[in-house]
């Protein structure tokens, strides 16, 4: 299995940092190279080719398996991300779980981050890319945008994991327009990332996880909300 050195004194900064190795340009190549290998499992959570990006191939040598809400290219398993778990006749779990564009879609993506435990191995890895600003889109089913720390809180070390890489990348200038309140009208917004990222390992089990019994200093690496605005 692949060894990936952690960085927890990288990671929150009180500062936007962007990913070291899974940035929105490099994160495919970076999965393949460490996961397209003989015997590992690899699950893609909503692989339905839409956008013309088909990952299958970037794990060829790999048993990769598709898993997708609606069939399509490239799924070999249609069904819903909050039961994910349920869909294994085998009870063989992952080694790496990965999804792009996916959990802005998800009504419940603390739910399905609770399956997509139960479905990967000790030692295994989850990838996410997802939205952080973006325009409201495939309505109605657009939910949520993730920040990186909102990423990390749904990955924490109180649900198992170690962090290994995540950020945001991509960033937007934008500012408030014509129609806004007039006290924000064309003021900039500033801070704005298209998308986010986090890499995670699994490095225990936590069989008995609930979201009410996790500690505030569990959520992101010890952190708190400011005192100070």
Known sequence: MAFFPTAPA????????????????????????HFNKPGLRVLEMGSRVITGANFRDKFDKANYV?????DGEIV???????????????GEKFDLIFSSVVFEHLHMPWIVGEEINKTLNIGGYI???????????????????FSDMALRALFSDAMGYELID??????????FA????????????????????????KVKENKNFDWRNVGIDGIVEGTRYPLNR
């Not at 598709?66 to 609606?70: E, I, K, N, Q, T």
């Not at 398993?77 to 778990?85: C, Y």
């Open 66 to 70: 598709g898993f997708d809400f609606h």
């Open 178 to 201: 014509h129609s806004s309140d007039r006290y924000l009208r064309y003021r900039p917004v500033p801070e704005m990332y298209c998308h986010s990222e986090i890499l995670v390992k």
């Open 127 to 145: 990838f996410v890319e997802t939205h952080f600003s973006f325009s409201s889109h495939e309505r109605p089913w657009h939910f949520f945008q």
């Open 76 to 90: 070999d398993i249609v069904g819903d991300a909050h039961n994910l778990s349920t869909y294994s006749t085998s």
């Open 166 to 175: 995540s950020g945001l990348s991509n960033p937007i200038l934008g500012f």
């Open 10 to 33: 990288r990671a929150y900064k009180h500062i936007i940092s962007q990913p070291d190795n899974v940035s929105y340009s490099d994160w495919v190549d970076y999965l393949s190279e």
